[in-house]
Structure formats: C-alpha cells, structure tokens
C-alpha cells in the first residue's frame, strides 16, 4: 500500500506532458500486449487498441474479452494500473480547469481576442457602461482592467478581467490594447483628490496613445481645466463628469421632459437612439441626405458636432462628412444594410 501512495504522489506532481506521454506509451503497449496474447480474439491490433480503451475507461461493452489465463491476469493488470492512469489524467484536467477559472477570477489570464472594447477603472459608471456596450452588441467582447484582485463582473462571460495597474505596460499588452476596438478610461473613485484622478488618467491614457495611438480613446475627466492636456495627449473625446451631470439636472428642472430624451439618446435600451451612418455618394447637399434619411425613417440631426443641419439645407455635403441620425434600432439596421449593397 505505501508503494501505491508513493507512486501515486510521484505521479500528481509530474507535468501535464509527461503524464500525456506516460499514458501513451501505456496505453499502446497495453494494445500491443493484447493482441500478441489473444491474436484470434482481437483479429487486428486496432481492436485491441480499442479494448484497451474501453477496459480502462470502465465501458465494458462486453464486444472483445480475454478468455485465456494470460489475458485474464493482463486484464487484472490493466484495472489495477490503466483505470488508476485514467483517473490521474481526469484529475489533472479538473485541476486545470480550476487553475484556469481561477486565474480568470484573479485577472491573471492575458485576452488573445481583437476588435473588443477596453474598460479601464471599475465603478458603477463602468459597469453601466458594460451593460451598454453589450445591449449595443451582444457579441462584443470586452476587457476589464482594474487594481482589484477579483472579477467584479465574473457572471458576465463575456467580460474579460484583467488585474493590474491600468498604466503598465505589462497590463495593457494583456488586455491586447494594441488590437482592441476602442478604450474607455472611467476616473478612478478610489482617489479622493481630484487632481490626483485626472493625474492618473492622464498617465493611463498616455501609455495606451504610446502602445496604440490608433485606438479610440474616451476619458472620463473630473476638473474642466485639465482638459488641455488630455488634448495634448491625443485622447479622441473626454466627458465632464460633474459638468454632464449638472447640466442634465438643471435642464429637467428648467425644462420638464427633456431629461427623459436626453436619457433616451444615451441608452441602447429602448426607442430611438442616436446612431451614426455612412453618406451616401450620391447626396450633394445635407437636404439631400436629410430628405432621404427621413424617407427611411431616420432623422439626421448633425455632422460631427455641429447640430445646425436644418440651418444649411442647401449647403455641399462635405466628403469627410460624419453623420448622426436619430432613429430606432431596425431602422439603422435597415440604412446600414441598404449601404452595404450599395
């Protein structure tokens, strides 16, 4: 019995591959063995083979056995030692699929996807930001990173946890910044001064442009007077945290109902919402794009930022024109597809 314990501790600490091999080697042995004991019972080596598997895997569908005293006695041996291997190799692939979950859980593994959407900075703003992106886009994959050592979202497959300091080069490289499709830095509330928050942005940000300087940044900024540098660094587009929400506030004060649009336009949840879509070669002017739109179901509201479309009708439509319509999902479906035949 000792001897057993032994081998069998010797065995769990052997690497994954070595233990592959170990298997192998027995299992074609073991093949090799049957046949050259019982040759008429198997008829080929392959039949053996394929007893030898379904002897240690405990199937017994009774096709092939041994009935001669050597084969009964190598039968003994193959129970005793093959379904004894077998059991060690289920054990090693339950173990990994532990060690992997657990990895996962502690923001260990690096993301080998692309096209995917990095969240850097957890908070209930980012986690609103996940259940937006994913009503948007069911499939689109998104990478976490944060300073925490646990998946904040671990029910949410396809939110993919990466621990680690969000300026590190190390930490971006595993969230596989260089292929994402865009990167969303949220200010961190763990950090009471803000100056200090919009510091550490502002490094975040810096080592993304270095590592990637075509990815789409969006930063979330707490101080207005900070902006200038996060322009400096090249970020793509900046939110006022504070300033967006006053002014939401004061608007469903001053102007009853216009809260409830605006919440609309910024949520993917239900009714319209503000897409953008591509022009059309053969619109001239903003009416001729904003009449065909509409003919479709959809109303273009502006190009870029400027929203005074409905000011300059007749005006050329400029061929790096960005356009922004409002209208419900199918609708946008719908222009984008007619787009694509085109």
Known sequence: MHFFIRLSTKLMHLRKTTIGIIIG??????????YSIEPSTFGDWFNAFYWVLTTMATVGYGDYFMESAEGKIFTIFLYIFGIGLLSLVIGKVVDSIAEVQRKRGAGLLSYQGQGHVVI???????KSAIEEILCYDPR??????????????????????????????????????????????????????????DGKSLLIVSSIERLASDVHTTVEIT????????????????????????????????????????????????????????????????????????????????????????????????????????????????????????
């Open 140 to 197: 689109t994959h998104i990478v976490l990173i944060d300073e925490s050592s646990h998946h904040p979202v671990e029910h949410m497959e396809q939110v993919h946890f990466v621990s680690g300091d969000p300026a590190s080069d190390e930490v971006l490289t595993k969230a596989s910044i260089a292929t994402c499709r865009a990167a969303i830095v949220f200010a961190d509330e763990r950090i009471e001064e803000s100056a200090l928050v």
């Open 223 to 342: 101080q207005e007077q900070h902006v200038q540098n996060f322009r400096h660094a090249h970020v793509n587009e900046f939110i006022l945290s504070h300033d967006a929400i006053s002014r939401l506030a004061v608007r469903a004060a001053l102007q009853e109902g216009s809260s409830d649009v605006i919440s609309q336009l910024l949520s993917r949840g239900n009714g319209s919402d503000l897409y953008e879509v591509a022009a059309n070669p053969s619109w001239k002017t903003y009416r001729d794009a904003f009449d065909d739109l509409l003919l479709q179901g959809a109303t273009l509201i502006a190009d870029r930022d400027d929203l005074a479309i409905n000011r300059k009708l007749d005006a050329p439509l400029p061929a790096e024109a960005k356009l922004y319509v409002v209208a419900d999902a199918e609708t946008h479906r719908k222009i984008s597809m007619g787009r694509a035949r085109k």
């Open 25 to 34: 080697v027995f299992v074609l042995f073991s093949a090799s063995v049957a």
């Open 120 to 126: 850097v900075n957890w908070s209930k703003k980012a």
